[in-house]
């Protein structure tokens, strides 16, 4: 189970050659340098982190108040699923073409 929901998330962080390439300027050719890099793709690792921790530390405090009322295993398994679903969804956005529709995929990530 740790590895399920531990998986999507390390994805997210360690691939920045993949976000460099959905989110780069699609009026000029590709480019792998990192000198002109679009707003999207400075922001990007920023935004992440945000996303990733604020809803980590909610749900250790709600966890820390609540936990002991719901049995282990459950919680163990919402978790994996939730997570099993997120890695299906990023899975699916990294076969589509996204260039016309950059901002949109930022906003759902």
Not at 17 to 28: A, E, I, L
Not at 55 to 83: D, E, N, Q, W, Y
Not at 92 to 105: I, K, M
């Amino acid at each position: 189970i740790g590895v399920t929901i531990l998986f999507p998330y390390s994805m997210l962080i360690t691939i920045t050659d993949f976000w460099y390439y959905k989110f780069r300027n699609t009026s000029v050719p590709y480019n792998t340098s990192t000198d002109h890099l679009t707003e999207l793709q400075k922001n990007f690792p920023a935004y992440l982190s945000i996303a990733g921790n604020a809803p980590l530390t909610i749900l250790v405090v709600l966890c820390a108040i609540f936990g002991h009322r719901f049995k282990l295993k459950p919680r163990l398994l919402l978790s994996a699923f939730t997570m099993a679903a997120a890695f299906g969804v990023l899975t699916v956005f990294a076969g589509l073409d996204t260039d016309d529709w950059q901002e949109t995929l930022f906003t759902c990530i």
